[in-house]
């Protein structure tokens, strides 16, 4: 049950993309299409942005966006805004009926 | 409008036994998988445990395993997770959150200390 593996930290200028990844194996994020994203902000709980590879819940700004590639799942940010800076982790449903959370990557916006 | 709240953290020795609780109000509570996670002081999410709709199956983290119990009650609108044992790493934010698939949402979380 190793935690799957995202960058720790990028950065951005306001205004520009950034993406983040999510790196699994075929077990998790290789087979199952229900890799999630979370944004942190500190002292607060996680907040969902993105469900099901790709999916945004009501309420969650179009400038997030999800995908995924074999093994790897990807966030991206794009016109990037001060109020995103802020943790984000990614989980992945497993084989065993379980949810692996990435290490989390802190975004820093310049 | 959708909420969980967590209630049950504190201050407690090494081996002791705390009981978490969540109550769950703006959904259809027996509808649905429950999820424990989490967080380490300055440290990730870390999934802990989950439970189906009719608290049938149950899955946990290795690290917990024989230590902590997830349950619920339906009637209640209620989560719960039971946790004996507890050792210093179990020191944490502990969250529930609605589903299976893809926790969320989420309550505010409670902390649990585990200090002597």
């Known amino acids: 049950q190793s935690a799957l593996t995202q960058p720790a930290s990028v950065s951005g200028s306001p205004g520009q993309s950034i993406t983040i990844s999510c790196t699994g194996t075929s077990t998790d994020v290789g087979t199952y299409n229900y890799v999630s994203w979370y944004q942190q902000h500190p002292g607060k709980a996680p907040k969902l942005m993105i469900y099901d590879v790709s999916n945004r819940p009501s309420g969650v700004s179009n400038r997030f966006s999800g995908s995924k590639s074999g093994n790897t799942a990807s966030l991206t940010i794009s016109g990037l805004q001060a109020e995103d800076e802020a943790d984000y982790y990614c989980s992945s449903y497993t084989s065993s009926t379980t949810v692996l959370f990435g290490g989390g990557t802190k975004l820093t916006v310049l | 409008e959708e909420r969980l709240v967590e209630s049950g953290g504190g201050v407690v020795q090494p081996g002791g036994s705390p009981r978490l609780s969540c109550e769950a109000s703006?959904?259809?509570?027996?509808?649905?998988?429950m999820t424990w996670v989490r967080q380490a002081p300055g440290k990730g999410l870390e999934w802990v445990a989950n439970?189906?709709?009719?608290?049938?199956?149950?899955h946990y983290v290795d690290s917990v395993k024989g230590r902590f119990t997830i349950s619920r009650d339906n009637a209640k609108n209620s989560l719960y997770l039971q946790m004996n044992s507890l050792r210093a790493e179990d020191t944490a934010v502990y969250y529930c959150?609605?589903?299976?698939?893809?926790?969320?949402?989420w309550g505010q979380g409670t902390l649990v200390t585990v200090s002597s």
């Open positions: 959150a609605r589903g299976l698939y893809t926790p969320g949402p």
């Open positions: 439970i189906n709709q009719d608290g049938s199956e149950k």
């Open positions: 703006g959904f259809t509570f027996i509808r649905h998988w």
